[in-house]
């Protein structure tokens, strides 16, 4: 019998916005899929494996006491190396924080920040998705819904363009018999390249720095747990907790570095901005820009072809100076209603 194997090359992620929590997008809905191009693509099913436990006569586990089920699963969409390009950093960055301020003229600038009022998904508040791993098989791709984000990693180096890593988590069970023959929308090739940085700096202490980066890490992190039941064997909706958020900065060893190495010990806050585009970040299509605010939480001398040193700033507010850990804002001619 011939073996013809197919290849992960082959396969390609899908999302789409949902407008209706619980409502799935079908497989073939016209101008509502995306294409996510990436390196690493998976998605993870959850099946509870419940061992019913009784005394059966003999020594040994049988078949009768287990019982598998996927009544509350909480699937996974796995998605790493994803070259970011402009269009898609919105729908990422909605599906993380559930919270954003959008300008009602072009370019449509767009703020993201830890909300204050957090959202209810069964109201179909905040944003979540459907997600596809679309196999090279007609009805065999794997497909979860009612996706959100509960990680975010984004990261550049010089000569390189600004790639990221999203871990999705969704509700239900996974179909794996779906059948997308829709045709599948891919975002333009405008990407955030490392030269087009024009802005890196820190605030401590009252004064700016402004050090020579060779490489920068976001990651950003919910613990998502799952809260009530619908009847159907679905939870009711999702619940947002203990945010955690890191900065990490290689950076050339000279007077910026070694200030703020000496904050690593007395707990003064230091802040960051990272932009492309604008000054005035928002103003102008294409603009990208990260504010955070936090304390060191690591700092280590590298030796390469110059001598580096690498701090990271763990993301916290501060609520008696109106700081908060991080703020976000895209300007991507795109009107999304957020």
């Known amino acids: 019998m011939p073996i013809v194997p197919y290849v992960g090359t082959e396969t390609v992620l899908w999302i789409a916005e949902q407008a209706t929590f619980g409502t799935a997008i079908a497989d073939d809905a016209a101008d509502s899929w995306h294409e996510i191009q990436s390196v690493g693509g998976k998605i993870a099913p959850d099946v509870n494996i419940i061992d019913v436990k009784g005394d059966r006569g003999y020594r040994y586990p049988d078949v009768e006491d287990f019982h598998h089920t996927e009544d509350g699963a909480m699937p996974a969409a796995i ?91 969704g509700r239900g069970a996974t179909s794996t018999t779906a059948d997308p023959d829709a045709t599948q929308l891919l975002a333009p090739a405008t990407f955030f390249t490392w030269e087009r940085m024009a802005r890196f700096t820190y605030a401590v202490g009252g004064g700016n720095l ?106 916290v507010g501060d609520e008696e100076n109106s700081k908060v850990p991080i703020t976000i804002i895209v300007a991507d001619g795109e009107d999304k209603a957020y």
């Not at 459907?130 to 000569?159: G, R, T």
């Not at 003064?268 to 932009?275: C, K, R």
């Not at 492309?276 to 820009?289: K, M, Q, R």
Request: glycine share 8%; charged share 20%.
């Open 79 to 169: 998605i790493s190396d994803i070259p970011i390009r402009k269009t898609d950093l919105a729908r990422f960055w909605m599906l993380f924080f559930h919270n954003c301020t959008e300008g009602e003229e072009a370019p449509f600038s767009k703020t993201f920040t830890i909300p204050t009022t957090y959202p209810d998904f069964s109201a179909n508040g905040g944003l979540f998705c459907s997600v596809i791993h679309k196999m090279p098989v007609a009805a065999s791709s794997w497909k979860i819904n009612d996706c959100i984000c509960q990680h975010l990693n984004l990261k550049n180096s010089p000569k390189s363009v600004v790639t990221g890593s999203v871990d999705l988590v």
């Open 210 to 315: 402004s050090p020579v980066p060779y490489a920068w890490d976001l990651d950003l992190r919910w613990k998502i747990t799952p809260a009530g039941a619908d009847g159907s064997g679905l939870f009711q909706t999702f619940i947002l907790d203990e945010f955690a958020g890191t900065f990490k900065a290689t950076l050339l060893w000279d007077a910026n570095t070694k200030l703020l190495f000496s904050k690593l010990a007395d707990k003064t806050a230091v802040e960051f901005n990272v932009g492309y585009g604008n000054a005035s970040a928002g103003t102008v299509d294409g603009d990208f820009d990260i504010s955070g605010h936090g304390l060191l939480n690591a700092a280590s001398i590298e030796r390469g072809d110059t001598l580096n040193k690498e701090i990271t700033i763990n993301l």
